[in-house]
């Protein structure tokens, strides 16, 4: 298997792990392209009065590296990549802006 699917793969299986079980009205939902190489997990439901609806998670494949362009998990997306095998010089931490990129122990791009 390629890199790009092996990658690909991965970050479907951990999208999929947060997607989990609705909980109090709010479900969990994956969206995965791999045509175009995104991959997000979206919050959907009710709260007590008001609609709840964004986007918990969100990867993208550019350029043979992972970037976590939104992370609003609790285990850290990064993380669990590294460990699942995509190497830390391919993970990219897209929220961050370039300058403290290079502080974070991953890519800077």
Not at 12 to 20: D, N, P, W
Not at 71 to 79: N, Q, S
Not at 82 to 92: M, N
Request: aromatic share 8%; net charge negative.
């Amino acid at each position: 298997m390629d890199t790009l699917n092996r990658y690909r793969d991965i970050i479907e299986q951990i999208l999929s792990q947060h997607a989990g079980s609705p909980a109090n009205g709010v479900q969990y939902e994956t969206a995965f392209d791999r045509a175009r190489d995104h991959y997000l997990v979206v919050t959907v439901g009710w709260g007590k009065q008001e609609r709840i609806y964004g986007v918990l998670a969100h990867i993208d494949l550019i350029g043979n590296k992972a970037w976590v362009q939104h992370d609003r998990t609790d285990e850290g997306l990064a993380d669990e990549l590294r460990d699942a095998g995509i190497p830390s010089d391919h993970i990219v931490l897209g929220f961050r802006i370039p300058e403290v990129r290079q502080h974070t122990g991953y890519a800077v791009a």
